[in-house]
């Protein structure tokens, strides 16, 4: 009874309204997520694209790791007559969101059976545009927000990320089934599909245009004198060296432990994730049982768990869920393995894809807050694009042989060792909470 109400302040916390923002921002940020390799990868499946290319595909989606490399350009770069008019995040953000239903349409107007290489330009400059999106998004929520407030905005974005996938992932699958005119494979329906999901951008752009620019501790040094090159100079110096300067500064030997949790905390999810929609096609799936299950219900389980892994932050700590998430993403793993032996059972995949989302939903909220616990304000945008790039490099790259793995080893097995791949994880965190602990006691 003493506990209830204490529950249910923490709850209340998600009705702030600069909480709400972002959880229409992660609502943008996970829509052209799922259209540039989530579903993508079923259509392409349909479309007689085989194992192998999917998993190669797949490294259209390493324009998400490398975004650290034009991540400055969001502190530094001022958008002429935008930045004027919105600030610097809300022109960024605009800009970006523009990119992305600018590709998703050009996605639509193409045949992967007949040019896929230019479908693969198409979703790259999606990925881009996205990656940009998400840059903006990342810096928008961890400046709009003081430190214990982190964890709330962390699963209110992934709520919204989580949403937006259903409609992303689902809302095409149903589209395409519904828009075609047979059973088999149709074109049309999948395009048809793909324009709808352009249209879904609107709910991020408005945002955009009637949120308030966050005020932000971003340091710039005045260059106004010297020649060109000087200028450029400074820039690069306080855009690009400086974040890496300051974290290294902050953290010391530790940076070494911190950036490899990054790199390899999803290694597992993302490496199996890559070959699920391939997966269901090759169990004999429907696009609308994978829509109600997977992509509806799984969702549903994802939101679930990132709720239930920002208010266990706060009561427990991040560290904590962080390994907990860890040890269920691998876990669970296993049972797709299980699955692939037992063949279509709409049951068992009901209860696995629960099981995963779930295990998924609280990890990723952790995995959030934790990163954002990282960031230096003044250098916002650069360092948090850092994390978020290195946390999918290894994993997207990776991912791309999964296919190839999938050949080789048959599902079950490919499943048993992406469970393996989380090992490394858990034993990092460890290794962090025990030289937490000694800092601590010092």
């Not at 996605?107 to 990925?127: E, G, K």
């Not at 840059?135 to 929520?141: E, H, P, T």
């Not at 010391?252 to 490496?271: E, G």
């Not at 962080?322 to 063949?343: E, R, Y």
């Amino acid at each position: 009874m003493y506990l209830l109400p204490s529950w249910l302040s923490s709850l209340s916390i998600y009705c702030q309204r600069r909480v709400l923002a972002i959880f229409i921002f992660g609502f943008s940020s996970g829509l052209p997520l799922m259209l540039v390799f989530g579903v993508l990868s079923f259509w392409l499946r349909e479309a007689g694209v085989s194992r192998a290319d999917i998993g190669y595909f797949s490294w259209v989606a390493l324009a998400y790791a490398i975004k650290w490399l034009w991540s400055p350009l969001a502190d530094h770069l001022r958008i002429p007559l935008l930045h004027h008019r919105l600030g610097r995040r809300r022109s960024w953000l605009l800009v970006s969101q523009l990119a992305v239903v600018a590709a998703v349409l050009c996605m639509a107007s193409t045949d992967p059976q007949q040019n896929l290489a230019l479908m693969a330009a198409f979703a790259v400059l999606l990925a881009f545009a996205s990656a940009t999106q998400d840059i903006n998004v990342d810096a928008f929520r961890i400046e709009s927000a003081p430190e214990h407030l982190q964890a709330a905005l962390a699963a209110a974005y992934l709520c919204g990320y989580r949403l937006a996938m259903i409609l992303a992932s689902a809302g095409t699958l149903w589209a395409a089934a519904l828009f075609s005119a047979t059973e088999a494979y149709d074109l049309a329906g999948w395009q048809r599909a793909y324009l709808l999901m352009a249209l879904c951008m609107l709910p991020g752009i408005l945002t955009t245009l009637l949120s308030k620019e966050p005020l932000s501790n971003l340091q710039q040094h005045s260059a106004a004198q010297g020649s060109a090159l000087q200028r450029f100079a400074a820039w690069l110096q306080q855009a690009v060296v400086a974040p890496f300067i300051d974290f290294f500064s902050r953290y010391k030997w530790q940076a070494v432990l911190i950036l490899s949790l990054i790199a390899c905390y999803r290694l597992s999810d993302v490496v199996m994730g890559i070959m699920a929609n391939a997966f269901y096609v090759d169990m004999g799936f429907s696009k609308e049982e994978v829509a109600s299950v997977s992509k509806v219900y799984g969702v549903i389980m994802t939101l679930i768990g990132a709720a239930l892994g920002g208010v266990l932050i706060n009561q427990f700590g991040v560290i904590k869920i962080l390994f907990i998430g860890a040890v269920l993403s691998a876990v669970t793993n296993v049972l797709f393995s299980v699955l692939s032996q037992i063949g279509y059972d709409l049951m068992w995949l009901t209860f696995v894809i629960s099981a995963d989302n779930l295990s998924a939903g609280i990890a990723t909220s952790a995995f959030l807050a934790y990163l954002a616990s990282l960031v230096n304000l003044a250098f916002t945008a650069t360092q948090y694009a850092i994390f978020s790039s290195l946390m999918l490099l290894l994993p997207k790259f990776a991912g791309g042989f999964s296919g190839q793995w999938v050949d080789q080893m048959g599902y079950s097995q490919f499943f048993i060792f992406t469970a393996l791949l989380g090992l490394p994880a858990m034993l990092l965190i460890l290794l962090i909470q025990r030289q937490a602990k000694k800092q601590n006691a010092a």
